[in-house]
Structure formats: structure tokens, C-alpha cells
DNA sequence: TTGAAAGCGCTAACAA
DNA sequence: TTGTTAGCGCTTTCAA
């Protein structure tokens, strides 16, 4: 029923390869041909069937990726950055939300690689032997995001994790506290476990003794956080300080405190991780770990295509640059103090 | 060099078509021979190539969603609930950003219409001629989401956005105002405009008369509604309420007037609009719209799913209740007042 | 219950 | 510069 490029060959009298070449911008073609070609196209209301070309060039330009949770403000960010890019190279992607589930991530590498992605974009909690295994069997290009494998064998972009926390950390000790909670992410996922050995790392190398009751674990999620900040109020020795490893959680945290009498920054100095939107929206302003999300989607997927393309990669392990925004949730005195090692 | 169909066929000793039936889960084989070929596709890893189904069947199982801007927090939470749906029949979606640019709109349903998806979800500030002629030329169902177009002959999922802005300004009449600032999103767009309508309706039914500079216009996020709040705030006859249709709105609405040294609720009241999370990880909590976001998405995609398989559809036009959620940026007497018509 | 065979619409040698 | 002709890997009648 649709019109195919048979059709316009016939019409415009010319063999499908002449079309084909019109189509594809293939310049050798005389341009009386070309012209005729596109008439009867325009004529006809011709459109390539893409999954034809895929099947017959082995190419779909569309990548696939797999990301925990699109509803989520850092995520989301991210997928902009790799969605423009991938768009900038002419590329569509095909987005799925993995809830972090490791059997979830499993069947979605394999349904996209059934869908002959070109390439794989995949953010998740941890990379195990199992996903290692799947990407072995893809003929296309894996490019991990946010994460990094055990093995250091695929390319990734990140941040220094590690580096990042012990900064925030380093912040808040440059300010003379000795009780800094740790409100943090899973630790069995590689980011979650990076930023609290950078947050013992500043505490040890600050001579500051690590205090077990001084770590609550949450899922970056405010109202969950705001649960475990209970337990910090309860401690004989409360904390006078928070780092929390999302800007969700750090808000919880000032709430908290607010609501149990004690101002921000002033009895209690809160530092958060992402910089999203929502750090510049609260009241005291977020002073966060600001990690360049756009810039991470952008870059990894910028990464991807140079694999697709058989381009040279000088370095597979990208760690891109974070800053420490100083705003109104820690106290003034701390824009000289930012720590750098 | 990949394992093909035919390759299981050969190894197992069977037919191309036997396999084809294994794999798609065909009732007429044999136990035995079932098992035989799905040992040889474990042995050889076989995989089956989704694109020559594809061309093949005529059937993609993947579905074009067209969203503004997946980094916007609503977008985000909509397109969540299009992607769980999408994923429980089946079907992956393509996820293209368009900035509400027509051009880019235009070129992106053409786009994923080449490559052959099952159904198109768009979503749009404006639905004209020429996204309705494209949509002609698909073979494929089209649902809008959060959009309409002016003949409503696209099936699409809303709320109503006219009564939602309608009530949230009843509200603040309610409240005794009858200086209600207008916050808003451009009139050229759907609901930009039908809020508008709603805010105006509310005024001239309560007999209030509508003031032209009582009403700004944004594109509904926080760092220009703040710029846009000045005008407000030196205005002789300052407005005592705020109604503005975006939350991030909202809070910049309620930061302005902080700042002029204006307590919120008490001195003015603030009402939001689509009740994304930060509307309650601000302080004073908002008093917002809410509108079911991840519904909206969940029940377009679950439509067309319907058109999709041919099941019979009763209303193309859904529009989902919305609710007004009473927080802390309105009084709270308020609670008993909502209107409601 | 199984197999043979004709496409699906296009690309990409290769030849002319 | 253009055309011919194999496929690409699968689904789907139609027969058997």
C-alpha cells in the first residue's frame, strides 16, 4: 500500500539504485536525474522505510538507553545531555528506565541489542560479571554513564566520586566541625560506596574519629531521608553538620533541623550532591557537589558515537571536572575554604 | 558472522519456520521439538534480529514519543508513566526532545514515522495544519497528550485545564482577593491559553474585574518568573495573591515576595500549578494544582496500545480529574473552601 | 505438526 | 552515471 522506492523508480524511470542514491545524498548522480528523482518522490509522498535500510545496511542510527529513572531530576538531565548529542549525530534513542533492577537492566540490554541498537548507553547502580558477560555478546559499542565496571574494561564518564565527597567532606571540617553526618546512598552501589570512602578519607585525614552513628544510609529521596534524619536528632551528640549525597536528601536534612528548632546555616551547615534544579530553588539556597549532568550525558554519548564510528578514543575512562557550589545552606566564610587536594 | 535463524534451523534439523514458530511462541510444535530448538538457540546463542521481524512482519513494537523537554520535571513524571505502560504491552519507545519548536516537531514525526513505529504520542504546546497533515500521511495511530487539537480529531489525554485554572483562581477569590496576579505560560500555546481563560472566567463570574497588569507572562520556569515578578512588586496596587501555572512559578512567585519582605501566606498567597515534587520539598509548602502526571502518561500510552491492536475505543478524548492540593502557601481556612462547580 | 518459498523494502557490490 | 542483482533475517501463507 505505502510507496516504496520500487514505486519511485518506475515513475521517475530510473533503476531503485538511482533512487536510492538521491535519497541517500549519494553524489553521483546527474543532477537532471536527481531532480526528476525528487519530483516524483515529493510527488508520491515517498518516505524511506528505515527498518528496511537497517536490515539491508545493518545500521538503525538509533543507540539504546538504559537508565534507573527518567521521573528523576539528575537522570533526566542526563538523558537531555545524551539525547541532544545523539541527535547532533543523527542518531534516535530508544530510552528504558531500569528501576536499577539487575534483572530488569539483563532483559533490556538483550531486547535492545534485538533491536540492533548501534550502540549501548547504560547507567546503573553496579556492572556485574553478568552484564559484563551480556555486552560481550553485543557486536556494538557499550558506553557506561554515572558508573564505572570492576574491571575499569568499558568506557565511562563519571566524575571522580571519591574526590568529589571528600571535598564536601573537607568543606565542612575546614569550618571546624568534628560531628558531620553522613547521609548517603546504598553501598553497594559503586557511587554509593565512592562517596562514603571519600567522606572517611576527609575525616581520617583530618584527624576526626569516624562515629558508625553518624551514617544513615537513604535512596536519595527526600521523604525517606527525612526519616533517617530522626536518628541523627535523637543522638545525645548531634551532628552539626550533614552531607548528604543528593540535593533531595540535603533539603530533608534542613527541613529537619528546622523543624526541630535550629537554623540553617547558622547551628547547622548542610551540603547536598548533584546541583540540580531544586538546590537554587529552596530557601536557604543548597550549597552542593556539582556534578555536570548535562556534560555527563553529553560527553558519554559524544564517547559512544566515536565508537560507532570507528574513531580513535584516546582515553575510555572520562572523569569530567566538579565544582563545589557554595550557596546559602553552608556559611559564608567557606568560599575561601574550599578543599582541593 | 551473528547466528541466524537459519543457522538454528540447519543444527536443530528443522525448518526455518519452526524455529520462527518456537521463537514467537507458537502453539503448533511439537514438545520435542520445541526443546530440541530451544537447546540448539542456547547452544549457539542465538539471537533474534528484531529489525528483519520487523520488515517481515510489519510490526516494530516500538512507539515515537515527542515530549518537549524531558528535563523538565513534568515532562519527565508524564513521560515515566508512558514508558511503564509502553513496557508492560511490550513496546519500547523512541524518545525525541523537540523544545516546542515546530520545525524540530515536524522533522522528528517524520523521522519515527521512517522508522516504522507502532504508534506516535506527541506532545506539543500547539497541534496546526501541518502536524495534522503529517499525521494523515502516518499509517499508524497518533495520541496527544496534554494537548489538543483544534478540531479534537486526534484521540488525546488531558485534564481540563480551563476548570483546573478556574478553580485554583475561585480559591484565592474565595479568600477575599480581588487582586489576583496571573502568572502564566504563553498564550499562543493550549494551556497557556486555557488557563488564561480559566483565570478570567473565575474573575468575571465572582464579578471581579480583570486588570491587564495584573497578568505576566513566563515560560513557566523559576529564574523568569522571578524577573517577571518585579513588575508585580511595584505596582501601586500590589496584588495580595499569585496564581501561577507552573510550581517552579509558583516558588519564585513566593521568593519575590519574601525578599520584598512579604510573609507568605499570611500577607499573600501563592497557588501552583501541576504539583511536581518540589511543591513539597519547598518551604512554606505549595498550595498547588495538581494535575496526575504520571496518569496522563500512563492512560495515553495505554490508548494507544488500544488503537494500536484494534480494541474497540470508546472515548478518545480522556480528560483526567485534577485536584487542588492544599499546602502551605495559602491560609488555611482554605481547606473548606474550594471551589468546585 | 512441519516445511518450502515468496516476499518485506532497501543497500551495496559489481558490471556496464 | 546508471542498472542488475544478490542478499539482509525474518514472517507467513500455502501445502503436505
Same mark, same amino acid.
Given at each position: 500500500?505505502?510507496?516504496?522506492?520500487?514505486?519511485?523508480?518506475?515513475?521517475?524511470?530510473?533503476?531503485?539504485?538511482?533512487?536510492?542514491?538521491?535519497?541517500?545524498?549519494?553524489?553521483?548522480?546527474?543532477?537532471?536525474?536527481?531532480?526528476?528523482?525528487?519530483?516524483?518522490?515529493?510527488?508520491?509522498?515517498?518516505?524511506?522505510?528505515?527498518?528496511?535500510?537497517?536490515?539491508?545496511?545493518?545500521?538503525?542510527?538509533?543507540?539504546?538507553?538504559?537508565?534507573?529513572?527518567?521521573?528523576?531530576?539528575?537522570?533526566?538531565?542526563?538523558?537531555?545531555?545524551?539525547?541532544?548529542?545523539?541527535?547532533?549525530?543523527?542518531?534516535?534513542?530508544?530510552?528504558?528506565?531500569?528501576?536499577?533492577?539487575?534483572?530488569?537492566?539483563?532483559?533490556?540490554?538483550?531486547?535492545?541489542?534485538?533491536?540492533?541498537?548501534?550502540?549501548?548507553?547504560?547507567?546503573?547502580?553496579? %556492572?556485574?560479571?553478568?552484564?559484563? !558477560?551480556?555486552? #560481550?555478546? *553485543? $557486536?556494538?559499542?557499550?558506553?557506561?554513564? /554515572? @558508573?564505572?565496571?570492576?574491571?575499569?574494561?568499558?568506557?565511562?564518564?563519571?566524575?571522580?566520586?571519591?574526590?568529589?565527597?571528600?571535598?564536601?567532606?573537607?568543606?565542612?571540617?575546614?569550618?571546624?566541625?568534628?560531628?558531620?553526618?553522613?547521609?548517603?546512598?546504598?553501598?553497594?552501589?559503586?557511587?554509593?560506596?565512592?562517596?562514603?570512602?571519600?567522606?572517611?578519607?576527609?575525616?581520617?585525614?583530618?584527624?576526626?574519629?569516624?562515629?558508625?552513628?553518624?551514617?544513615?544510609?537513604?535512596?536519595?529521596?527526600?521523604?525517606?531521608?527525612?526519616?533517617?534524619?530522626?536518628?541523627?536528632?535523637?543522638?545525645?551528640?548531634?551532628?552539626?553538620?550533614?552531607?548528604?549525597?543528593?540535593?533531595?536528601?540535603?533539603?530533608?536534612?534542613?527541613?529537619?533541623?528546622?523543624?526541630?528548632?535550629?537554623?540553617?546555616?547558622?547551628? %547547622?551547615?548542610?551540603?547536598?550532591? !548533584?546541583?540540580? #534544579?531544586? *538546590? $537554587?530553588?529552596?530557601?536557604?539556597?543548597? /550549597? @552542593?557537589?556539582?556534578?555536570?549532568?548535562?556534560?555527563?550525558?553529553?560527553?558519554?554519548?559524544?564517547?559512544?558515537?566515536?565508537?560507532?564510528?570507528?574513531?580513535?578514543?584516546?582515553?575510555?575512562?572520562?572523569?569530567?571536572?566538579?565544582?563545589?557550589?557554595?550557596?546559602?545552606?553552608?556559611?559564608?566564610?567557606?568560599?575561601?575554604?574550599?578543599?582541593?587536594?
Amino acid at each position: 500500500m505505502s510507496v516504496t522506492i520500487y514505486d519511485v523508480a518506475r515513475e521517475a524511470g530510473v533503476s531503485m539504485a538511482t533512487v536510492s542514491r538521491v535519497v541517500n545524498g549519494n553524489p553521483n548522480v546527474k543532477p537532471a536525474t536527481r531532480k526528476k528523482v525528487l519530483e516524483v518522490i515529493e510527488r508520491l509522498g515517498y518516505r524511506p522505510n528505515a527498518v528496511a535500510r537497517g536490515l539491508a545496511s545493518k545500521k538503525t542510527t538509533t543507540v539504546g538507553v538504559i537508565i534507573p529513572d527518567i521521573a528523576n531530576a539528575f537522570y533526566a538531565e542526563l538523558a537531555r545531555g545524551i539525547e541532544d548529542i545523539a541527535n547532533m549525530y543523527k542518531y534516535n534513542i530508544i530510552l528504558c528506565n531500569s528501576d536499577k533492577q539487575p534483572k530488569k537492566e539483563l532483559t533490556l540490554i538483550e531486547t535492545l541489542l534485538e533491536k540492533q541498537v548501534d550502540g549501548l548507553l547504560f547507567m546503573g547502580p553496579r %556492572v556485574t560479571d553478568e552484564h559484563l !558477560d551480556l555486552f #560481550r555478546t *553485543a $557486536s556494538v559499542p557499550v558506553v557506561l554513564a /554515572t @558508573t564505572i565496571d570492576p574491571g575499569c574494561q568499558l568506557p565511562s564518564v563519571n566524575i571522580d566520586q571519591r574526590q568529589a565527597a571528600y571535598d564536601a567532606t573537607r568543606l565542612l571540617l575546614n569550618h571546624g566541625h568534628t560531628r558531620i553526618a553522613f547521609l548517603g546512598g546504598p553501598l553497594e552501589e559503586f557511587a554509593g560506596l565512592s562517596r562514603f570512602q571519600g567522606y572517611r578519607q576527609a575525616l581520617e585525614d583530618a584527624g576526626v574519629p569516624f562515629r558508625e552513628e553518624l551514617v544513615q544510609i537513604a535512596d536519595y529521596r527526600y521523604e525517606t531521608a527525612l526519616k533517617r534524619m530522626a536518628h541523627f536528632l535523637t543522638l545525645p551528640e548531634r551532628p552539626t553538620a550533614v552531607f548528604a549525597t543528593s540535593d533531595e536528601m540535603a533539603v530533608a536534612a534542613i527541613h529537619a533541623y528546622q523543624d526541630a528548632g535550629f537554623r540553617v546555616p547558622e547551628d %547547622v551547615e548542610v551540603i547536598g550532591f !548533584d546541583n540540580i #534544579r531544586l *538546590a $537554587s530553588m529552596v530557601r536557604p539556597t543548597l /550549597t @552542593t557537589v556539582a556534578q555536570p549532568m548535562y556534560d555527563i550525558g553529553a560527553v558519554s554519548m559524544r564517547l559512544l558515537t566515536k565508537y560507532m564510528h570507528n574513531e580513535k578514543v584516546t582515553d575510555s575512562l572520562v572523569f569530567l571536572p566538579h565544582t563545589i557550589e557554595i550557596r546559602g545552606s553552608t556559611r559564608a566564610e567557606s568560599k575561601t575554604a574550599v578543599a582541593t587536594r
